[in-house]
């Protein structure tokens, strides 16, 4: 168990849907990262978040925002849903720089 | 665009062998290459390297840094039937004020009884 919690951990919806997806990081750890990970592309950096500011952006769609709220959990909007965003998101939460990143167990969304 | 590629893709051994995972990368602002292990479930943490040359080992796992060559290998001696797993090496490179992780593909490895 990293410490890393993110709920749910599964999310079945329809296209053309919105959801969210909700991270509390390890205790202390101020950093979060989202990833999703589908079958065809691998593990794909979306977005970085350090103490409430974003901080590195990756191959997130413009479908897609987040947020790190002041007790330093993070969400992760998917708006517009689209079969291909069926896939498992990960949160990962770290310190210091650089980063040992945690990952929590992940959330797997399912777009019928 | 940062580039990291594993080699090979799959590795099938039996028990008590020893086996080497190949990490290459092309990356602009290195900051940290970091290996992880993947079961059924979410990536667990094994090495964080950035300085070259200095081996970092955790039971019988060890892995290098060769930041000349812009390569990293992960050893794992005596292979047991708990290490079949998908072995992800990430490289980890700076941003303006943060920081971003890009993955190869995994090498899927198979330790048989």
């Known amino acids: 168990d990293s410490g890393v919690t993110q709920t749910p951990k599964h999310l079945i919806t329809a296209t053309g849907q919105r959801v969210t997806l909700r991270c509390s990081p390890r205790s202390g750890d101020l950093s979060v990262y989202w990833y999703q990970q589908s079958l065809d592309q691998g593990l794909q950096f979306l977005i970085q978040y350090y103490n409430g500011e974003e901080r590195a952006k990756g191959n997130i769609l413009e479908r897609f925002s987040a947020q790190q709220f002041p007790d330093l959990h993070s969400e992760l909007n998917l708006s517009s849903l689209e079969l291909g965003d069926s896939a498992l998101y990960f949160c990962?939460?770290?310190?210091?720089?650089?980063?040992?990143?945690?990952f929590g167990p992940g959330t797997r969304l399912t777009v019928l | 665009e940062d580039k990291v590629v594993q080699s090979p893709l799959s590795l099938v051994v039996h028990e008590g062998d020893t086996v080497t995972l190949n990490c290459s990368y092309e990356?602009?602002?290195?900051?940290?290459l970091l290996w992880y292990k993947q079961e059924k479930k979410a990536p667990t943490f094994l090495f964080m390297l950035t300085s070259s040359g200095i081996e970092k080992k955790s039971g019988r796992l060890s892995s290098i840094l060769d930041k000349k060559e812009l390569f990293s290998i992960l050893n794992i001696t005596a292979t047991q039937t708990g290490d079949s797993a998908v072995y992800l090496c990430?490289?980890?490179?700076?941003?303006?004020?943060?920081?971003?992780?890009?993955f190869g593909e995994g090498t899927q490895l198979t330790v048989n009884p």
């Open positions: 990962a939460s770290g310190t210091s720089v650089p980063d040992t990143q945690y």
């Open positions: 990356v602009t602002n290195f900051r940290s």
């Open positions: 990430a490289v980890e490179a700076k941003e303006t004020s943060g920081s971003r992780l890009t």
